[in-house]
Nanobody, 115 residues
Framework: QVQLVESGGGLVQPGGSLRLSCAAS????????MGWYRQAPGKQREFVAR???????VYADSVKGRFTISRDNPKNTVYLQMNDLKPEDTAVYYC?????????WGQGTQVTVSS
């Protein structure tokens, strides 16, 4: 059974930081491309960042220079370090794992940026 479990969300003031984690089980983690997406209220889910099995990284323009994605293969975990958070970063953040046609999602973790 495949599970992706996100953690680390919460309420933070503008300019603050959070680190999201996604722990994977049931997959050969090191060969999967892992990514983060987010969905704000009333909006479609959007891409945030991805790191593939070779360590290549892509970011959405909206988070470049503020967010950092990384992975720890022995721990089967992918991280999203989010700095200089803005109110527009408020959303439910989802972890995603992809290998060919295999596409898995976590349940999401809420991030709220507000003063």
């Amino acid at each position: 059974q495949v599970q992706l479990v996100e953690s680390g969300g919460g309420l933070v003031q503008p300019g603050g930081s959070l680190r999201l984690s996604c722990a994977a089980s049931g997959i050969v983690f090191r060969i999967y491309a892992m990514g983060w997406y987010r969905q704000a209220p009333g909006k479609q889910r959007e891409f945030v960042a991805r790191i593939n099995s070779g360590g290549n990284i892509v970011y959405a323009d909206s988070v470049k220079g503020r967010f950092t994605i990384s992975r720890d293969n022995p721990k089967n975990t992918v991280y999203l370090q989010m700095n200089d958070l803005k109110p527009e970063d408020t959303a439910v953040y989802y972890c995603n794992g992809v290998l060919g046609t295999r596409d898995y999602w976590g349940q999401g973790t809420q991030v709220t940026v507000s003063s």
